[in-house]
């Protein structure tokens, strides 16, 4: 189980459904997964995958994941 990554605020765009921009990333369904998902009202972004590239360690790759993760989060919103 990885812990939940609390976003600031200045990094997401507002929540499409109710405006706040307060995020974590969670886990998905599985510890590969990455999820942005709003404080406020549950919306999800998609998931993205969790790699661990090349000379990478798994810390570094989760946090890559989670900024991939609010990034889909911004694409959409
Ligand atoms: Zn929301």
């Given at each position: 189980?990885?812990?939940?990554?609390?976003?600031?605020?200045?990094?997401?765009?507002?929540?499409?459904?109710?405006?706040?921009?307060?995020?974590?990333?969670?886990?998905?369904?599985?510890?590969?997964?990455?999820?942005?998902?709003?404080?406020?009202?549950?919306?999800?972004?998609?998931?993205?995958?969790?790699?661990?590239?090349?000379?990478q360690?798994?810390?570094?790759?989760?946090?890559?994941?989670?900024?991939?993760?609010?990034?889909?989060?911004?694409?959409?919103?």
């Open positions: 189980m990885t812990e939940p990554f609390p976003v600031a605020e200045a990094e997401a765009k507002p929540c499409p459904f109710c405006g706040d921009r307060r995020m974590t990333v969670y886990q998905g369904d599985t510890y590969r997964w990455r999820v942005a998902v709003c404080n406020s009202c549950g919306a999800q972004a998609p998931d993205v995958r969790c790699t661990i590239g090349e000379g360690t798994r810390e570094q790759a989760l946090a890559d994941a989670n900024k991939r993760a609010i990034d889909v989060w911004n694409e959409r919103a």
